[in-house]
């Protein structure tokens, strides 16, 4: 069974500051997905970046990127420029190639001041 | 705005009780998954149906049971409550099981157990 683990249960950045989110995760797959999801108060969880495992180039979008590490396991995501919009609950996820149920960390809540 | 509904937004329910939470889907996608998120914590996987066929199942008991109709909505209905299953119930659809990697999540429907 894969495990998901957000060591940082809450971290708070000020505003056009750079953050880095924490996540690592075990699997014996060779090849999988892994993702951050974004959760506002509205509760909508909203896709912000994905990294496909057989992929080495890490990826990136607009001012979000990502450190894959597979040796490791290591998955961290970096805000750059942040914004108050970027105050959320930020989840680390995991899917294997078989089905796409999607394995959880348990969060990292981002406070972003002005 | 990701084109997934869910009704109702909030439920009160007592214990041992039976609920039916709805989801409708995109259009075109035959694949939908339901999550439970406890309060403070990432959402764990219920269950997931393709074309119609529940297509694998996380650590829940029989009572959570569901239903997808060719209309591309869905039903996760759940007997006896008990105190633990407050929570806020996801469901999020995508393509299909394997060759598209995106999710696409409801706002969620909040339900307390009293």
């Given at each position: 069974a894969q495990t998901v683990t957000q060591s940082q249960p809450e971290m708070s950045v000020q505003e056009a500051e750079t953050v880095t989110l924490s996540c690592t995760y075990d699997t014996s797959e060779s090849n999988y997905y892994l993702f951050w999801y974004k959760q506002p108060p509205s509760r909508q969880m909203i896709l912000v970046i994905r990294q496909e495992a057989y992929k080495q180039q890490n990826a990136t979008e607009n001012r979000f990127s990502v450190n894959f590490q597979k040796a490791a396991k290591s998955f961290s995501l970096k805000i750059s420029d942040s914004q108050l919009g970027d105050t959320a609950m930020y989840f680390c996820a995991f899917r294997g190639t078989s089905g796409s149920r999607l394995t959880f960390g348990e969060g990292t809540q981002l406070t972003v001041n002005p | 705005e990701t084109g997934v509904t869910q009704s109702p937004t909030h439920l009160i329910k007592t214990r041992g009780q039976q609920v039916t939470l709805r989801c409708s889907s995109q259009s075109g996608h035959n694949t939908v998954s339901w999550y439970q998120q406890a309060l403070g914590q990432g959402p764990q996987f219920i269950f997931q149906y393709y074309r119609e066929e529940e297509n694998g199942r996380g650590n829940?008991?029989?009572?959570f049971s569901g239903l997808q109709f060719p209309n591309y909505s869905s039903e996760l209905n759940v007997n006896a409550?008990?105190?633990?299953?407050?929570a806020l119930y996801l469901c999020a659809s995508s393509w299909?099981?394997?060759?598209?990697?995106e999710q696409y999540f409801g706002p969620g429907t909040r339900l307390t157990v009293t």
């Amino acid at each position: 069974a894969q495990t998901v683990t957000q060591s940082q249960p809450e971290m708070s950045v000020q505003e056009a500051e750079t953050v880095t989110l924490s996540c690592t995760y075990d699997t014996s797959e060779s090849n999988y997905y892994l993702f951050w999801y974004k959760q506002p108060p509205s509760r909508q969880m909203i896709l912000v970046i994905r990294q496909e495992a057989y992929k080495q180039q890490n990826a990136t979008e607009n001012r979000f990127s990502v450190n894959f590490q597979k040796a490791a396991k290591s998955f961290s995501l970096k805000i750059s420029d942040s914004q108050l919009g970027d105050t959320a609950m930020y989840f680390c996820a995991f899917r294997g190639t078989s089905g796409s149920r999607l394995t959880f960390g348990e969060g990292t809540q981002l406070t972003v001041n002005p | 705005e990701t084109g997934v509904t869910q009704s109702p937004t909030h439920l009160i329910k007592t214990r041992g009780q039976q609920v039916t939470l709805r989801c409708s889907s995109q259009s075109g996608h035959n694949t939908v998954s339901w999550y439970q998120q406890a309060l403070g914590q990432g959402p764990q996987f219920i269950f997931q149906y393709y074309r119609e066929e529940e297509n694998g199942r996380g650590n829940f008991p029989p009572r959570f049971s569901g239903l997808q109709f060719p209309n591309y909505s869905s039903e996760l209905n759940v007997n006896a409550l008990e105190l633990d299953d407050s929570a806020l119930y996801l469901c999020a659809s995508s393509w299909d099981l394997t060759t598209s990697y995106e999710q696409y999540f409801g706002p969620g429907t909040r339900l307390t157990v009293t």
